[in-house]
């Protein structure tokens, strides 16, 4: 159960990882290089800033200046990416309270509760992460093949491919923290059935030492040893 734990531990922590690399990153989108008139110069969005870059390895970024001028998809991407993280800090230090090579958290019983709970987390924060990278995707792809739209075109940014991977990552983990609950209940039960059979047997063997001998004592008379 112990190296479950441990792998869970891992896949989350690499997730949470992708999580905050993913909401840093200022690669969300760039602009596509088949619509682009000079392909020197590219431009690459994130839900934090604008940066535009070109060939020499120069790049400029500019932040978005106010929240009321930004558009609600990238609102609600920055919520979810930002709760994700949260949510991913919590469930790391549930999880590190759950696991069982740890020192504090009480009894097994309720370490593997407060990891089914550390899962829990974890698996609401990946979804958060996947929401926000899908609603995002969504965003692009929709504006890319709408022949009516006449702006710029933009393709899908590494951040994206890092914000799904480190969901998935989450997902996994939390899933795997919430089935070690499961394990730890059934050695449970196993434990409880083989003590139980022992005191049984210990109490049936001092029942059986503890009833005198009502056994007449026999007597011989003396012709018996003729």
Excluded at 6 to 13: D, K, Q, S
Excluded at 105 to 123: M, V, W, Y
Excluded at 139 to 151: G, K, M, N
Aim: proline fraction near 2%.
């Amino acid at each position: 159960m112990l190296g479950i734990q441990i792998i869970a531990f891992i896949f989350c922590f690499c997730g949470l990882g992708a999580a905050i690399a993913a909401t840093a990153s200022n690669e969300w989108k760039v602009t596509s290089r088949a619509s682009s008139v000079i392909t020197a110069t590219w431009v690459f969005q994130g839900l934090w800033m604008n940066c535009a870059g070109n060939a020499l390895g120069a790049f400029h970024c500019r932040p978005h200046l106010t929240i009321f001028k930004v558009e609600g998809y990238i609102q609600a991407c920055r919520g979810l990416m930002i709760s994700a993280v949260c949510l991913g800090f919590f469930g790391a230090i549930f999880g590190l309270v759950g696991m069982k090579c740890t020192k504090v958290g009480g009894s097994d019983q309720t370490k593997a509760k407060i990891a089914c709970l550390a899962g829990l987390i974890f698996i609401l924060s990946g979804l958060c992460s996947m929401t926000s990278c899908s609603l995002y995707a969504n965003r692009i792809t929709s504006e890319f093949f709408d022949p009516s739209f006449v702006a710029q075109k933009y393709e899908l940014g590494a951040a994206l491919f890092i914000g799904w991977a480190g969901a998935s990552l989450c997902i996994i983990g939390g899933i795997i923290f919430c089935f070690s609950i499961a394990e730890n209940s059934n050695s449970a039960r196993r434990g409880y059935a083989y003590n139980g059979a022992t005191s049984v047997m210990s109490s049936r063997t001092k029942v059986h030492n503890s009833v005198p001998d009502k056994t007449p004592p026999k007597h011989f008379d003396k012709n018996a040893y003729v």
